[in-house]
Structure formats: structure tokens, C-alpha cells
């Protein structure tokens, strides 16, 4: 009984191993051992086993003494075949899911498609209590003008502790898509996104976690473009009756959104003109976006001075409730309390 299980498993790996080959954190076309093979035959393990190979040499890069990080990870990978000895797909999948949740709390990860120019940024996101943690994959490509950046992230995967690699250098950053896993099983997949952002190499976050209609359940948000005034966002929010992140247009027209969940409130800050800027106030009822008020500050350059002018909405309709003219200067802006906000 005992080598009828054997051959049983022999056939099982052969059989999974002549379909289509996976990526993984190693060359499947040379996969030789049975763990290996399992591995490249199955999507979800292929998926697990390369991120975690990119958490792994992330990891490696940031730390001085690599020699016990090493033996740990050589500790892993040898109580995974202990743990699931006859390959178990599932066995395997929480084998690397814990795994991957330790090594991923210290920092994401950012994986350079060798001898290219995309990147792959990685990170697991709480959604809601009721649901497993997703895990991200960011598809972007970094400016033309930084391959230094290249050589850097090179650089700081052959040689560990990278100084360079620490430094607040800040490279442009292009997002073309994103694939969400749960269990290492994709489950939705964004495309055609036109964003840049920039940061560091070391710190750098593509995108944004945020309860931005104040659901309960965390949303994302990637920048349209990089702007200190009037900075566009894309905002995808978490449904949990789909378990899938749609995106917002009534969100991504607000420009410079800060979110105060306390209030459940979002507040715009806006400038159309050197001399017209204010503040735009917003609040979600039953998933729509709502506006409320808008503060404006107002100058005119024929001596009248400067306009302040506070607008509410209801229902949908503007109605002005302050307006003050011949104020010096935006030093004068009127900031009183709006007391429904």
C-alpha cells in the first residue's frame, strides 16, 4: 500500500507538471524535485512561491547580518516538506502564508523584472475584520531618466544593507495595473491606469489605504499625477457584496481630498487662479457623494480688495449664507467653524 501511494503521488506530480508551466521564484522549466514540480503545476502555489522569493531578497537587501536570516529561511523551507509531506496544495498554501505575513512586516516588497524597466511592488492589505488579508501586486514602470534606480535596486539585491539603496532619492514612479489576490488566488485584476506618483526607494507606496466613504472596509487610491495644488486621485472602493474594488468617479474628481473619519467628512483645497482659492466640503450619505459647503477666497486686482464668500448646498443647489468684501488679502481668510460640519 505504502509504494502504490508512492507511485500515486509520482503520477499526480507528473500529470500537474505537463500542464501549463507558472512562474515561481525559480526556472520551472528546470523544476527537478517533486516540491518543485507540485509548485509550477499549481497557479496559486507558483504565485505564493514567487512573492515569497521577492519578499525573501527584499529582506535580504535590508539587513547587516544576513547569515541568521538565511539559516532561518533555510529552517522554512525545510519544515514546509516536514509539515506537508505529501504535498498537500492547501498544506502548502498556509505553509507560505504565514511565512510571507512574517517576512512582509517589515517592509513590502519591490521586485525588478531583470534586464527591464517594470516593477512589481507588493504588500497585504486588512480589508475588513470579516475577510481574509488580499495581497496587492502593483505593475509600474519607473522613469526613463532614473536608471540609476536600476543599478541601485540591482545593487541592493547582490549586496545586502545597501546604504545607497536608504538614501531620500525620489524617482517617478508609473502605475499600469493591479492584481489582487486572496489566498494567493487572483481575484481581480485593475488595468489601464494612468498614474504617477514618485518617493524613495525605500519607503515608496504606489498606492493608498483608506476608509474613504467611511464603510468600515479599507478602499485604495493611486495618484492621477504628481501635483502640490489641485492633485488629482483614482479611488477604487471596496464593495463587500462583490468583494471587489470599484472605482469612484465622484471621489476622483476631488481635487487634494483629505479624509477626517472622525467627522466622516472630506475636505478639497482648491486654487483656480493665483488670486481665487479655497476649500470644497464633502460627505457620503448611503454610498453618494455629497457637497456641502465651499469656502472662496477671492482678490481683484482693481483695487476692490479681496472677497470672501461661503456657499451651502441644499438640495443640490448653491446658496450663499456669508459674503464679505474688501478684506485685504488671503492673510484675512475667515476660518469660523461651519457648525454641521
Not at 489576490?181 to 526607494?201: C, L
Amino acid at each position: 500500500m505504502k509504494h502504490l501511494h508512492s507511485y500515486a503521488l509520482i503520477l499526480l506530480l507528473c500529470g500537474l507538471f505537463s500542464t501549463t508551466v507558472q512562474a515561481a521564484s525559480f526556472n520551472c522549466l528546470k523544476a527537478s524535485t517533486p516540491m518543485e514540480k507540485i509548485i509550477c503545476s499549481d497557479m496559486q502555489l507558483s504565485l505564493a512561491d514567487e512573492y515569497m522569493g521577492h519578499l525573501y531578497f527584499a529582506k535580504l537587501a535590508s539587513i547587516e547580518n544576513i547569515k541568521p536570516f538565511k539559516k532561518f529561511h533555510r529552517s522554512w523551507l525545510k519544515g514546509r516538506q516536514e509539515e506537508c509531506p505529501g504535498f498537500e496544495v492547501s498544506c502548502l498554501l498556509r505553509s507560505y502564508r504565514e511565512y510571507t505575513q512574517r517576512l512582509n512586516q517589515d517592509m513590502p516588497a519591490l521586485w525588478r523584472k531583470k534586464g527591464s524597466n517594470q516593477y512589481t511592488w507588493w504588500r497585504h492589505i486588512k480589508v475588513g475584520a470579516d475577510m481574509p488579508e488580499l495581497l496587492f501586486a502593483v505593475h509600474m514602470t519607473v522613469s526613463q531618466d532614473a536608471q540609476d534606480f536600476a543599478a541601485l535596486f540591482d545593487g541592493a539585491r547582490a549586496k545586502p544593507a545597501n546604504k545607497a539603496f536608504y538614501k531620500d532619492q525620489r524617482y517617478s514612479f508609473y502605475i499600469q495595473s493591479i492584481d489582487i489576490y486572496q489566498n494567493f488566488k487572483n481575484i481581480q485584476s485593475i488595468q489601464n491606469i494612468e498614474s504617477e506618483t514618485y518617493g524613495a526607494a525605500y519607503s515608496f507606496s504606489p498606492i493608498k489605504v483608506g476608509d474613504f466613504n467611511f464603510d468600515g472596509h479599507a478602499d485604495i487610491s493611486a495618484h492621477k499625477f504628481v501635483g502640490s495644488v489641485n492633485s488629482p486621485t483614482h479611488y477604487w472602493l471596496f464593495q463587500p457584496t462583490t468583494k471587489q474594488f470599484m472605482y469612484s468617479g465622484a471621489l476622483s474628481a476631488i481635487s487634494s481630498a483629505e479624509f477626517f473619519i472622525n467627522k466622516k467628512l472630506i475636505k478639497s483645497s482648491w486654487r483656480s487662479s493665483c488670486c481665487h482659492h479655497g476649500e470644497d466640503y464633502y460627505k457620503v450619505v448611503e454610498g453618494v457623494v455629497q457637497k456641502l459647503y465651499q469656502k472662496s477666497f477671492k482678490c481683484e486686482g482693481n483695487g476692490k480688495g479681496c472677497t470672501y464668500t461661503l456657499t451651502r448646498w441644499v438640495k443640490g443647489e448653491p446658496v450663499i449664507i456669508i459674503n464679505k468684501e474688501g478684506l485685504r488679502d488671503s492673510f484675512d481668510w475667515v476660518s469660523e467653524d461651519i457648525a454641521d460640519l
